[in-house]
């Protein structure tokens, strides 16, 4: 398989360019290219003969839309497919300011959230940084949206399948790429990664002085029932996770958010909003809680609207920051994994 340009940081590009005999102002035109979707075809500032020979040894683009479906509420959800062959999904969602993207890590995952459809069949690969990179681009295009303030993504979620921090490397190449200034330039501030809780990593990326909002997955106040949510829990206490969380808060001076998927009977009891309150309260940071969507390979049930009301009322009286977010995309597999796996299915068919 071609290497692809857009693994390509901007001064790695214009070296490339000059050892392949060009000037070197033709990488800011390759950058900007690539950044708005165009193949080497449609670059048309290029020589013939410098667009084929690029054809030739490089991909221009690592991501294509093949499906896409839109629900009643505007949601939108995309079937990416990889340049080998592989598919990975992401969410848009429209929002009064604009839209928020929500973009896929990995082919699959390896954590195993028992909510979550992403892992059903372990982890494939890591997709690297121009494949996430990828997603953004195709998407925006799809848009019709330029570049810098002409771009139509506007934010930035990291939340899709796979697990952000156990792709480090390609993760952060990512961050870096998309907020470079002579591309779609999206402003690490208009971005938030969610993390299972992997504290090394975490830290780790508290030292890279980029500034993205830090969502970490919680889902239950309690050491031995998150467990048996999320395994990952087995090798990672919560306590590690707020010390890591609070390293985070110092090297950055961003408060970081918890997300909390609502189960019914499992983690949203009033023992569980006390046992948050004494753990979070007067902590720099927020819960965002979140009505289970509902995997049909588990047997897990989402709190009732009421029940999600109630849980709330009890954060907010305890003295946290918390918000309930609104359902999006029920009727198109909203949930993470779902619209790739049915796709999966279906081939096997």
Known sequence: ????????????????????????????????????????????????????????????????????????????????????????????????????????????????????ASGLNGLVRNLTSGEILGEVIAVNRYLCGGIGDKRKIINIVLMGSGEPLDNYDNTVGFLRLVSDKNGINISPRNISLSTSGLPHKMRELADEDITVNLTVSLHSPFDEERQLIMPVAKAYKIKEILDACAYYFEKTGRRYIFEYVLIKGNNDTERHANKLISLLKGRPCHVNLIRLNEVKENELKSATDKEAYRFLGLLEKGGLSSTLRRRMGEDIDGACGQLRQRYLDQTKE
């Open 1 to 116: 398989m071609k290497d692809c340009l857009l693994n390509y940081e901007f001064e790695q590009l214009k070296n490339l360019v000059v050892e392949l005999g060009e000037k070197s102002y033709r990488a800011g035109q390759i950058f900007k290219a690539l950044h708005l979707g165009l193949n080497f075809s449609e670059m048309t500032e290029l020589s013939k003969n410098f667009r084929d020979s690029l054809a030739e040894h490089y991909d221009a683009q690592s991501v294509s839309i093949i499906k896409s479906l839109k629900s009643v509420d505007g949601t939108e959800k995309f079937l990416f497919l990889l340049n080998d062959g592989n598919v990975i999904e992401g969410v848009l969602m429209k929002y009064k300011y604009g839209y928020t993207l929500c973009v896929s890590t990995q082919v699959g995952c390896r954590m195993g959230c028992a909510f979550c």
